[in-house]
């Protein structure tokens, strides 16, 4: 059964950057039916997509943080990253990792646990 | 400001039949099929329904979805008192190029 986990710091001072990862076990990073993808939820607010990306290294993030957020992938340790730059408050969220369908129904499943990410000083 | 616009709320009693609207424009819902999540509280979301009106294995016959236009619905029958969650549409939108979601629906089961 594929599961996802996500590991990082709690806590990020202001400008600083956001570096998270996602392990995945029980199947491979490297399937072609998939991409690999970042959403993160504010305390008490909705889900925003942030990037996804495909073992190949093909990427493609949320317009509105494109400027800041970096994904990448390590497939020889079935792991993908996310790294967001500049943060601020307002960066303050639980992160989630989940794998997404390759195509344009492209729905996540399984998603991680999450990990909360708070932004202060 | 959610680009899928779905009503804050929703709720009914055991047994009820319930349904959670999403409203989205021809750039997402309009040329794209709909997928649901549900995220049951201090949980993260769970595939609900895929491709409009699919469900994957394992998730009860109760919930159904639909789509038409530029508008999709979760229905929820027989409600239990487990459905008490916070329900997400989600769609690719293609002005954005990338996924969506709606803001999120609470339902509370009376």
């Known amino acids: 059964q594929l599961q996802l986990q996500e590991s990082g710091p709690g806590l990020v001072k202001p400008s600083e950057t956001l570096s998270l990862t996602c392990s995945v076990s029980?199947?491979?990073?490297?399937?072609?039916?998939?991409?690999w993808g970042w959403i993160r939820q504010p305390p008490g607010k909705g889900l925003e997509f942030i990037g996804s990306?495909?073992?190949?290294?093909?990427?493609y993030y949320n317009p509105s943080l494109k400027s800041r957020v970096t994904v990448s992938v390590d497939t020889s340790k079935n792991q993908f990253s996310l790294k967001l730059n500049s943060v601020t408050a307002a960066d303050t969220a639980v992160y989630y990792c989940?794998?997404?369908?390759?195509?344009?129904?492209?729905?996540?499943?399984?998603w991680g646990q999450g990990t909360l990410v708070t932004v202060s000083s | 400001q959610s680009v899928l616009t779905q009503p804050p709320s929703a709720s009914g009693t055991p047994g009820q039949r319930v349904t959670i609207s999403c409203s989205g424009s021809?750039?997402?819902?309009?040329?794209?099929?709909v997928n649901w999540y549900q995220q049951l509280p201090g949980t993260a979301p769970k595939l609900l329904i895929y491709?409009?009106?699919q469900r994957p294995s394992g998730v009860p016959d109760r919930f159904s979805g639909s789509k038409s236009g530029t508008s999709a619905s979760l229905a929820i029958s027989g409600l239990q008192s487990e459905d008490e969650a916070d329900y997400y549409c989600?769609?690719?939108?293609?002005?954005?190029?990338?996924?969506?979601f709606g803001g999120g629906t609470k339902l509370t089961v009376l």
């Open positions: 989940a794998r997404q369908r390759a195509t344009r129904d492209n729905w996540f499943d399984p």
């Open positions: 491709r409009n009106d």
């Open positions: 990306i495909y073992y190949s290294g093909n990427t």
């Open positions: 029980g199947g491979s990073i490297s399937s072609r039916n998939y991409y």
């Open positions: 989600a769609a690719w939108d293609d002005s954005l190029n990338g996924p969506v």
């Open positions: 021809s750039s997402n819902i309009g040329s794209n099929t």
